[in-house]
């Protein structure tokens, strides 16, 4: 499966162990991650939405990931089965990538002063900011010799990107806590722990598949992407390798 994308092949990441979420099917951004982390020697553990093993069995089991749990960020019981069950399998680990974010249809689409909802507000920032804060605490537990927070960003959050709306607003968030997630000097929990938000552009994938500019596509994506055309998945796959 680390095959998938040509992803070049090395001993970077040999000897390291991590988890890996938000992978959903082939096309998702953290599967290029997952194929280039394996394809440099990285032993992996995944955390995938309840109800999407049918889909994430086959490619985790295709990168000899030796645990795959199905972790929901929202539950705070679904959190710690899912760290426990890595804990017992690698004891320790040196990376984390946070790939999720989420906001409700209704929220991403149309004028977002109009349609933005409190819950759906609340949603969107719990999901899509909160879990990186939640999932830092608890793998930095098992990061005892020093390690790496990986999570995703977008231009989005920038700028004004039609119909991306409150997940415009979540992603900016997502940005605060970067820096702050490894703590200050002289903590010695988080001392030698490295946050690092990277920038993906825009890829073409099943969740940008709706027809027109409707509520799962951004207007106007290609366009905002920085290079005005899709990237192909396995150009982000590189970069968390080397900025673990």
């Known amino acids: ?5 040509n992803m070049p092949v090395g001993e970077l990441m040999k000897g390291k162990r991590g988890i890996i979420t938000g992978v959903a099917n082939h096309q998702s951004i953290a599967w290029g991650i997952a194929s280039q982390l394996a394809a ?3 032993e992996m553990a995944f955390f995938h939405l309840p109800g999407m093993e049918r889909r994430v069995r086959p490619l985790a089991e295709g990168v ?10 929202t539950d705070d019981a679904s959190m710690d089965a899912g760290f426990a069950a890595v ?10 990538v946070h790939a999720l974010a989420f906001a409700p249809r209704d929220q991403i689409k149309g004028s977002f002063v109009e349609n933005a909802t409190r819950e759906g507000f609340r949603t969107a920032m719990d ?4 879990s990186f804060v939640d999932c830092a605490r608890r793998a930095s537990h098992m990061m005892p010799d020093g390690g790496s927070l990986i999570t995703l960003t977008y231009l989005g959050s920038e700028r004004a990107i039609p119909n991306y ?10 940005h605060c806590p970067g820096p702050r997630a490894p703590g200050h000097p002289g903590q010695r929990h988080f001392r030698g722990r490295h946050a690092h938000p990277v920038p993906c552009g825009y890829f073409r994938r099943p969740v940008h598949a709706g027809p027109g ?16 055309r899709s990237r192909p998945l396995a150009t982000v796959g590189p970069w968390p390798v080397h900025h673990g």
């Open 1 to 5: 499966m680390a095959d998938d994308y």
């Open 40 to 42: 440099q020697g990285a």
């Open 64 to 73: 000899g990931a030796r645990v795959i749990e199905a972790v929901d960020v």
């Open 87 to 96: 804990g017992s399998a690698f004891g320790k680990i040196d990376f984390f």
């Open 127 to 130: 999901i899509s900011a909160y």
């Open 165 to 174: 709306n409150t997940m415009g607003v979540a992603k900016a968030a997502l």
């Open 213 to 228: 500019p409707g509520p799962v596509r951004p207007q106007g994506g290609y366009q905002h992407g920085g290079r005005g």
